[in-house]
């Protein structure tokens, strides 16, 4: 018996092949063209941060472009002398607290705006968007009066409070917009199985904000860290000041010591360098992530 085999299927003619030669129009241009302008991109950014090390570690007085030989004198200088390691405390307890607080009372409030609908909300949100055009000078009286009248003039209480007051917009705003990325079906499932609404939010909700909480807390941190106008005017105290304070001491109308500047620079710095360097990668993704929706 003699079976027939079938033709085998046509393949379709197959398009007109790439020249080996041929290259995308961005891979014809030249590598310098990309390499050179990052190059000077990078030395201008670098060449400042060169200055401060070099000002920071090279002895009293020398001239030199390279630091050698090296000294610390400059940094026990500050740290003893000018009570930087006071400043560098106040700094962190003002820091941390306006974490915690930012954060907790961003997240009630970023959840009010996200789950639920009231009147007036979109005017609220309005409100608070055009709070940020509002610079943190003209804060300073009515809050300087506020904490008169509470007795918390000289009080690191006042500046945390000063501090929260002024991140809590942009970061209920953030929040909200996290919280509106989680599905609310997950809520309603949680409430079928027996839990209460905070209970649903701790246990299925938060945990999917750790993103997005992790960019609000640093935000807060380093802007609390870094600020200047409030420290100044509510701390009178030298011993409750706090480091962007203790920074503007080591100038003077007659002089400025750029020795121990650049060490107080260095030291202001260095701690929120490292606690980026930690969390870069939750701060990029909280930061996308909020700005999907909201």
């Known amino acids: 018996m003699i079976t027939e085999i079938a033709p085998a299927p046509e393949r379709a003619a197959p398009g007109p092949a790439r020249p080996r030669g041929a290259r995308r ?23 400042p941060f060169y200055w401060i090390l070099l000002f920071a570690l090279r002895p009293a007085g020398s001239t030199s472009l390279v630091p050698w030989p090296m000294t610390s004198d400059h940094f026990e200088k500050v740290w003893t002398e000018r009570s930087f390691g006071l400043y560098f405390q106040n700094s962190v307890l003002v820091g941390v607290a306006t974490l915690v607080l930012t954060t907790v009372v961003a997240l009630a409030g970023g959840y009010a705006l996200a789950r639920f609908d009231f009147r007036l909300k979109r005017g609220f949100m309005l409100a608070l968007l055009c709070s940020q055009f509002v610079p943190g000078a003209l804060l300073l009286v009515p809050l300087f009066q506020i904490f008169a009248e509470l007795s918390m003039i000289n009080s690191l209480g006042s500046v ?16 909200s917009g996290f919280i509106k990325n989680v599905p609310p079906s997950l809520e ?12 649903a939010f701790r246990i299925v909700v938060l945990p999917l904000l750790r993103p997005g909480l992790i960019a ?16 100044l005017m509510f701390l009178s105290d030298q011993s409750k000041q706090t480091i962007p304070v203790g920074l503007n001491t080591l100038m003077s109308s007659d002089s400025v010591d750029l020795g121990a ?6 030291v202001a710095a260095v701690p929120v360098v490292i606690v980026f360097a930690f969390i870069q990668k939750w701060l990029i993704t909280g930061f996308s992530a909020g700005a999907v929706k909201g």
């Open 25 to 47: 129009a961005w891979d014809e241009v030249p590598r310098w063209h990309i390499y050179l302008p990052l190059s000077v991109y990078l030395l201008f950014t670098l060449i």
């Open 160 to 175: 945390v409070i000063a501090e929260t007051v002024f991140q809590l917009p942009l970061s209920m705003i953030l929040i």
């Open 188 to 199: 309603e499932a949680a409430w079928v199985d027996g839990c209460s609404r905070f209970s």
């Open 216 to 231: 609000v807390g640093s935000f807060a941190f380093v802007h609390a860290w870094n600020h200047f106008l409030f420290a």
């Open 261 to 266: 500047l650049a060490a107080g620079g260095i």
